[in-house]
């Protein structure tokens, strides 16, 4: 079920006291056993990691990873009842070090009497490294058993020491099913049916964006009102507020995104790309960061396959400067369809990579006197610029001469693909290069 109860239990409070009659109506539905989750069969079941865990009757520690509304507390004040083990509970948000001892130390008292205590902490990616490393000798020795719970990429929040000594167990977003059932027990419990059309009440479980917590607050607000008769998709988006998309700027969500749609130009779907698009800017992203990345794109992944890419991007962040949002983003948008339906390659950008290797490998090589610039006449005397054939006075403006320094071979760092415009790049070097071998160059 989802996590539908934000308030911290007292450290010794059962994990499911029953909750008075004017609680909110997701503390009223709280779970009563791990069976009755929602939407985490996955974890929850007879083959889920806590469903075996709890049947052993011995829980390790864990970091409950999921979006908000998913069931993280939930299951974790389950937990400890599944296992008969003291439940104890701390916010990250509101707790510092000497909570964190409190808890520690309380844990050790009941150890002595032979009770374990789970101590779930809430937002555990809050606690800094310092803090996070002050749970490391009581979950070691037993004192604890942690369960943490984070919205956030454990890899990036938590400490690698700590999630050696812990598993991670991730939790998915609810799905409508799993959100229908829990306005199907929202109307159970209040012996009435929400005053919705059936297309409203579709539309009110896609609002939710897989946030049960969300979903039934906005089902309270329904049920606390009368209505004349049941509202329509239009009246439900009068009525209520319609959940803003979960992104964060610096974090994973972010991350996630950009990931998406640059994978989603790289395989030439404009239309994901689109929609990935769209999900960043609707969530409040930056347009000019998207730019930024499309810029990089047009280089890594299109190249010389398509060189206008690049010139359309930087047009895009020009047009985008002039007119600002919402009009210029509408050049967003035609770059990124540029990009998508662009031929692809990255041999410029595998080019650069060998290139870079090469110039750290053979550090200062000189290169061929013939072309050095001799501009005073010692340099001339030592043999700068000797030579040099001059390409425009050649035959074919092409004199075929060697560039590369003395003791190291000629390098191919750059093989255009059968693509795009690169393929009349790659018919340019095979003439050259028969040039080059005709010419000794």
Partial sequence: MADLFADELPADSPAHDAPGENAPLADRLRPHALDEVVGQSHLTGPEGAIG?????????????WGPPGTGKTSIARLLADAVAMRFAAISAVFSGVADLKKAFA????YAKTGKRTLLFVDEIHRFNRAQQDGFLPFV??????????????????LNAALLSRAQVLILHRLDAAALEELLSRAEALLDRALPVTPEAR?????????DGRFLLNQAETLFDVTFEKPLDPAGLSGFLQRRVAVYDKDREGHYNLISALHKSLRGSDPQAALYYLARMLVAGEEPLYVLRRLVRFASEDIGLADPQALVQCLAAKDAYDFLGSPEGELAVVQACLYCATAPKSNAAYKAQKA?????????SLMPPANILNAPTKLMK???????????HDADGGFSGANYWPGGMEPQAYYAPVERGFEREVRKRLDYWDKLRSERGG
Avoid: H, Q
């Fill in 52 to 64: 075996r865990m709890v049947a052993a009757g011995k829980l390790s520690s864990m970091i409950l």
């Fill in 381 to 391: 005397d030592v043999g700068y610029g000797k030579d040099y054939a001059y390409d």
């Fill in 355 to 363: 290139a870079w290797r090469s110039a750290r490998e053979t550090g």
């Fill in 140 to 157: 070691e020795n037993g004192t604890v058993t942690l369960v943490g719970a984070t919205t956030e990429n454990p890899s990036f929040e």
């Fill in 106 to 109: 309380e844990a050790e008292t």
């Fill in 202 to 210: 579709a539309a009110l479980v896609a609002s939710a964006d897989g």
